[in-house]
């Protein structure tokens, strides 16, 4: 068989792969290597104005005053606003979805008018000819405040003493309650039923380039060219076209090398909004970099969930049903335009997931506060479905002296039980639980390791062994956003153009944040036409040259994207042939293309060097049959349909171990086994997995954003919000299981929230492993000294 | 965030620092690893900053007959490298690994570090155990003042108007242990145990613990680790931080007592 | 009222004379001044790394350093020494074992990580981990840049 012309997956026959999973060096790293990479702060512009905020310093409060007198007169101010002054050129958002039923958020402003919600929600802005005269004329702005009640606690907020949006009726932004039917007398009638209440801190992304947004009107032709840190150009387009009012046609969003994003920057944040309205408001060019101390005021939060969890089993040891209360609070606005509901949503959904008991039971609140808002931050919601899951899972194991892994296999959904419907509605296409639990069982040494622990205990060595089993939402079909009236694209595209010397261009609508999407596209294009890698040019992230679609979100741009890319490159393939069979008046079934050359399909023999094809083809049509016309630019699309999602699978590990005199947790090894279906490039797929669970890690131990009893951030810099360092990480083993999704040619499933959606389920079971002969047992998260030390009842 | 505007001048001599200090807003810029980040995020609002890095005056490790002088501007990576810090005042040498990371070990100085006066920094709480004597200078002279008065609250020393830290004096100890709790390397310490011990007894100094470092005096005194650990109730009553109370500083100030108290109590 | 002073500095082996406010730190200087924007701003309090450049030798914050300080300094930055090629090794292996993503931290960890390479020392695991603890990377979770170092200095790879 040809080149890739069956599914990469095809059982019970051999196809050439090419470069499909090989772990080839991105391509194109030299620029990011020598720092000469294109990040928004690195642009210049002729008659670039910097824009600094004014942000509220309380939580909440209603702005009586403004005055600017002293602002304005600051050296090279160019103009101060307020949100009136802004929302002429912006209107405002309400971030509900129709598929989230009741869910409400009030309309906001890209700069609050009379009211803020939050500390650090912008009220003013200033535009001036350095970001540092900005920032001086901030200081000048006076304001008068009049404090309001301030909502800080998710019970206050649910219990609604005071309702942070009068007009809203309550502090309720979304509900849910999902009922198998059941759950009480598989309760009742359980001989083992486990509950436990899991804290979850809220947390932050905090990529290291801030968010960055350059915008630049013409007013000549009433154009916006956006030049935006962001992992969906084509639905800002859509955002600054509707929100402007300038026709869709005149916004171009183009998106360069971006400084990590992890879901901060896929969200409608206001003070880009403002940005881009001013530069519209101005006519000239306008940047805002936020810096490390507004980032934390004003990039998206995530997590701050509460949820108490119960488990019926039988004296077995089989799981008859789970019950899960889930409170989780927002902030005081719903995210424009996917919501603060959906992570609340992945809990109820996912809660459970990997097991294969029939009764479930779900309630949820998501709640308003006076805090910075929360929205989707890589593996939205599997963090918390999956520590409270394994958690209590655990709790369960120990309380019929099972070992945790045994009592894993038992209870996961047997390997050949798919197509699966699981309890809380989701559909599983096909999942490996039992082959990665033994890959992992196996590759950490599960046994031995147990054995090495029971021997150190006799020593006072407190080593612990954590699992987390998991499933995880990727590949999202339109049930995601789209049903819900998102104006989100869940299709991407891809064209590939075959240049006159044979090398060929691709351009895709998913972009690059460093994951290596350019890379794998690049894999995949060559390996479908023929070419080798090094003919391949990558463009991403430019709404004026790529075609429509998502972007780089939930896990999809190698499913998705890739999937576009593969059929393209098929397409561009045979429509080469026909070339090549035109040129060489042969029969193109007879002819193959390898090595950058077309071959003849049999004997292999070189028959025509694709810049020879890419000569005549271009240059010298004459010579073709009249009635023949190449084709050798083509774009193909892809949207997954048949599921809402392809669930992907997998298991995690931790071996740590406890200080009980100090409470310090020394983290000694990871272990990430993981199906990703068809690994494209396994060196990408192993960085993606150890990325994300050192993400994860740093939710179990390190990172939280504290707040005040006031709705003051506490912790609002780097030096006091703890991320994780090279110091305390450990090395992580990762090993994968290949279970390709039927739905694509391409079979490939996402793998950017495996990482972080298992890792803390995984250092928390760990954690509790290791305290268990001391009687302990911690379950809010971040797990710090003084959390460890409680637990252990050394101190009050 | 940017900094804020200000004046700078690098003085050439003492004698025009001591010039300089006394215009209105000045401050003092050795090292900056303290006060640029103030700066930038516009924590602090000087008029005018006076660098003092180039004086030769304020450089160098000397070894004296009564211990070791290190120069105010001397580098926490300069007195890494040094042999005369490692023969005379090791401690020094332990504490300055947990200072930070090496971009930041190349620029922050000695004197910086005991001028601003952290509670939670290493040098202070070594100071103090160490007993040195802080050298500061005038235009008038020379003003010498033991650890245990320089640090007088927090973020407040003994450093009078128109002064000037020019030096430490270490005096030589025989045995010496550092120990500190940070959640991350190179971060402030929860809490920070710098402890010494000669033929005239055992001086336990902490960081972390309260307004400016603190000689836990009674505990130093102790016959056992045992009395020890219930005589540093006495001494430290730790300020609560962000993520722990103070029950648990002291805690942690005990476990650290605990490693340290046999080095601190061998034979002599 | 700027204050600026009139600064001489060698960047990347060029001689520079700028009148510099004070308040510009090294970095902004670095980048907005000469256009070398390579070094990076991540925090601007001294703890992410990302502006990490050489000052007479030694590395240092480029955010932690006033522009005004670096008066008779010789700095280098991520620019000057790609192409010098000191660092063509490690970004060599930083590139086979894929130890950057978004690539903004890269810069900084590459001057901070080839500081331990000029040592001449042969640092074990943990003590790569320590050298680089002042450097974040929020992407690779550390471990293919610890790789990285290792097979530079340790021939391995």
New interface residues.
Partial sequence: MGKAELPLHAPGTKVDRGYIGESV??PG?????????A?I??L?FPRLAHVAFFRSPYAHALVKKLDFKAALRAPGVIAVLDGRAVAEYCTPWVAVLAHLKGIKSPPQHAIAIERACWQGEAVAAVVAES??QA??AV?LIEAEWKELPVVVDMDDALAGRNVIHPDLGDNICFKREHDTGGVDDAFSSAVVVVEETFHFGRHT??????RAILADYNAGEHSLTVYHATQAPHMMQDIFSRHLNIPEANVRVITK??????GIKVHVYPDEMATAAISVMLRRPVKFVA????SFLSDIHAREHKAKVRLACSKEGDILAFDLDDVTAIGPYSVYPRTSGIEGNQVVNLTGGPYKHQKYRAKMHVVFTNKNVTCQYRAVGHPIAVALTEGIVDIAAQKLGMDPAEFRRRNLIADDAYPYTFPSGIKFEKLSHHKTLDLLLQKMDYKALRAEQAELRKQKIYRGIGLASMIEVTNPSPAFYGVGGARISAQDGATLRLEPTGMLTVMCSVTE????TEAIFAQIAASAVGVSLAKVKVITGDTGITPYGGGTWASRGAGIGGEAVLLAGRALRSNMLDVAAAMLKMDKAELDIAGNAVVHKLTTEKKLELAELGRVAYFRPDTLPLDFQSELTVTRHYTPRQYGFTFTNGIQASLLEVDP??G?VKLLKHWCVEDSGTVINP??VD?QL??????GIGAA??EEC?YGPDGQL??G????Y????????P??VCAHVETPTMQSQLGAKGVGEA?TAGAPGAIMNAINDALAPLGARVTRMPF???RI?KALK??? | MKAPSFAYAKAKSLAEAFELIERPGARILAGGQSLIPSLNMRLASPELLIDITGLKDLQGIDRRPGGLRIGALVTHAQLQRSDAVDQHAPLLLQAAAHIAHPAIRNRGTMGGSLALADPAAEYPACALALNATIVLVHRRGERRVPAAKFFKGLFETDIRPGEILAAAEFPKVERSVFLELARRHGDYAIVGLAGVADASGRRIAYLGVGATPVFAEQASRAVSLNAALELLGRDLQPQADLYNSSATKLHLAKVLLSRAWTTLSKPH | MDHAVETTLTVNGTRITRRIAPRVHLVDFLRDELGLTGSHIGCEHGVCGACTVRVNGDIVRGCLMLAVQADGCTVETIEGLSDSKELAPLQQAFHEHNALQCGFCTPGMLMAAQDLVRSGTKPTRDEIRAHISGNYCRCTGYQAIVDAIEATINGKG
């Fill in positions: 060096p991105r790293l030299q620029r990011l290597l020598q720092g000469r990479g990040f702060d690195d210049r970001r540092s920032e001086d200081a992304g905090v990529c290291l380039e801030g090398d971006v400084g990590g994003s992890f810096d490390r101390l507004e944040q460093g994951q290596g005199d100090s310090f060196m990408l960085e150890r990325g994300g669970v050192v993400q131990l390190f504290i506490l912790n810099s780097m030096a006091d703890l991320v994780p360092m090279a110091g305390e990480m090395d992580i990482g710090t000294p003084e030390l050394k101190v009050d």
